[in-house]
């Protein structure tokens, strides 16, 4: 079955303490790409990814980091994570083909103490 | 830079109406534009894709259409049921950029 998968779900923290929220994709797909979503501000594009070793910033990129070493996984780190990223983070890949859908993960819904 | 509005931003009707939702978006060159819903709380389910070069497209109660040239999207929910409540957001796709909606928030009333 085709899918994106986000690990964890639900992630509890402190202020400062690093965290990884992986995806991963089973249709070798090229882009990848992280949302944040808030009340209010409705979803954003953090960052994003065209290939492996490939990305780019999206509209709310302060404060995350990613990596694209391989094609099917597209972390979002935080280094130093604050209460401001409290949110729900969601990955998404598609083809290059920028006619073709883009499929979304389940979302992580992360908390920041 | 694309903006993407959706109204209304909110609406309550009841049980068995006909619905339309509209999207607006400032720049006119997109790839496609993609209808999600999303239920409080969870994640986004792809309702439509409408290419570039395309009118409109159905599925089942749903219809979406499409006209660039004036920068707007259209979905139509016919005989509207409450299990039809979400918030639905449209998506468009430009040049390595998606941009969402704003939303519209949905209550089918029994």
């Known amino acids: 079955e085709a899918q994106v998968t986000q690990n964890p779900r639900y992630l509890i923290t402190v202020t400062g303490k690093k965290l990884t929220v992986t995806c991963s994709q089973n249709m070798n797909h090229e882009y990848m790409s992280w949302y944040r979503q808030d009340p209010g501000l409705g979803l954003r594009q953090i960052y994003y990814?065209?290939?492996?070793?490939?990305?780019d910033k999206g509209d709310v990129p302060e404060g995350y980091k990613v990596s694209r070493k391989e094609k099917r996984n597209f972390p979002l780190i935080l280094e130093s994570p604050s209460p401001n990223q409290t949110s729900l983070y969601f990955c998404a890949s598609s083809s290059p083909y920028r006619t073709d859908t883009q499929y979304f993960g389940p979302g992580t819904r992360l908390t920041v103490l | 830079k694309q903006e993407v509005t959706q109204i209304p931003a909110a609406l309550s009707v009841p049980e068995g109406e006909n619905l339309v939702l509209n999207c607006s978006f400032t720049d006119s060159a997109i790839y496609n534009l993609q209808w999600f819903r999303q239920d409080p709380g969870k994640g986004l389910t792809s309702l439509l894709l409408?290419?570039?070069?395309?009118r409109e497209q159905t599925s089942g109660r749903l219809n979406a259409s499409l006209d660039k040239s004036s920068g707007r999207s259209t979905l139509y929910i016919a005989a509207s049921q409450p299990g039809d409540s979400a918030t639905y957001l449209c998506f468009t796709s430009g040049t390595y950029k998606y941009i969402f909606g704003t939303g519209t928030r949905l209550k089918v009333l029994a």
């Open positions: 409408i290419q570039s070069s395309q």
């Open positions: 990814s065209m290939n492996v070793e490939v990305t």
